[in-house]
C-alpha cells in the first residue's frame, strides 16, 4: 500500500495469519522505519473492522516517514509515538492507550541489542493478553557471521534470540511457537514466536 516494508514475506504472511486468529484490538510495534508495517497491520485491522489500531513507538520518526503516513488512507487505524521504546515516559503512553482493550498483540524491531530487547520484554510483555502473541524480530542475527553487521553493535550473543532465551527464564507466560518455524522454513524469527500462554 504505498510504503516500504523491512520485513521477509513470509514473516508478514505469519503476522497476518496471527492477526486474523486473534483479531487484536491494538497492535504495538516498536520500530517504525518507512511505516510500511504499520500500514500492513493496519489495513487487516480494517478488515476486521471495529475499534482497532496499530501503535507505532520509534526514537526518530522522520519528517518524510510521518508526512507519507499522515496522507495514507490507513491512517487513522495508526498511532504514532515518538520516544525510545525502553524509556518509562514512552512505556507509560503506550500503557495507556492499550488499558482496558484486547486482546493486544507485541511486536519488537527497533535496536537489536541483547540489552535494549531484554529491556523491551520486560516493558511490554505485561500487556500481551493470553492465547496473543509477543513477536520478537531478528533473532536470526544470532546465528549469522559478526561480519554481516560491520556499523552496527548488535551480533551473536548480543542480539534479540539472546534476549529471548534470558527472559524466558524467569518469564513463564511466554512459550516459543516451534509450530511458526517449522510451518515458514526461513524467518527472520527463529525462536521469535512469542505465545502467551497464562
Known amino acids: 500500500m504505498g510504503r516500504p516494508i523491512i520485513q521477509l514475506p513470509q514473516d508478514v504472511m505469519a503476522m497476518q495469519e496471527l492477526i486474523f486468529r486473534i483479531q487484536p484490538s491494538v497492535i504495538v510495534e516498536t520500530g517504525v522505519a518507512h511505516g510500511g508495517s504499520l500500514v500492513c497491520y493496519a489495513s487487516l485491522l480494517?478488515?476486521?473492522?471495529g475499534d482497532r489500531e496499530v501503535i507505532g513507538v520509534d526514537i526518530d520518526i522522520r519528517a518524510h516517514n510521518r508526512a507519507a503516513l499522515d496522507a495514507h488512507p490507513m491512517r487513522k487505524r495508526i498511532h504514532l509515538i515518538q520516544g525510545s521504546s525502553t524509556a518509562e515516559a514512552t512505556v507509560q503512553?503506550?500503557?495507556?492507550?492499550?488499558?482496558?482493550?484486547?486482546?493486544?498483540?507485541v511486536t519488537l524491531d527497533s535496536n537489536h541489542t541483547h540489552q535494549h530487547v531484554l529491556d523491551e520484554l520486560a516493558a511490554y510483555s505485561g500487556l500481551v493478553s493470553k492465547g496473543s502473541y509477543l513477536v520478537v524480530f531478528d533473532t536470526l542475527i544470532e546465528e549469522m557471521p559478526d561480519h554481516c553487521f560491520p556499523d552496527r553493535p548488535w551480533k551473536k550473543g548480543n542480539s534479540?534470540?539472546?534476549?529471548?532465551?534470558?527472559?524466558?527464564?524467569?518469564n513463564h507466560r511466554f512459550q516459543v511457537d516451534e509450530t511458526m518455524d517449522a510451518k515458514l522454513l526461513i524467518t527472520a524469527c527463529p525462536g521469535g514466536w512469542l505465545k502467551c500462554v497464562r
Do not use: M
Open 160 to 170: 534479540p534470540r539472546s534476549a529471548v532465551r534470558e527472559f524466558l527464564k524467569s
Open 46 to 49: 480494517e478488515l476486521l473492522g
Open 93 to 105: 503512553q503506550v500503557r495507556e492507550r492499550v488499558a482496558g482493550r484486547g486482546p493486544v498483540l
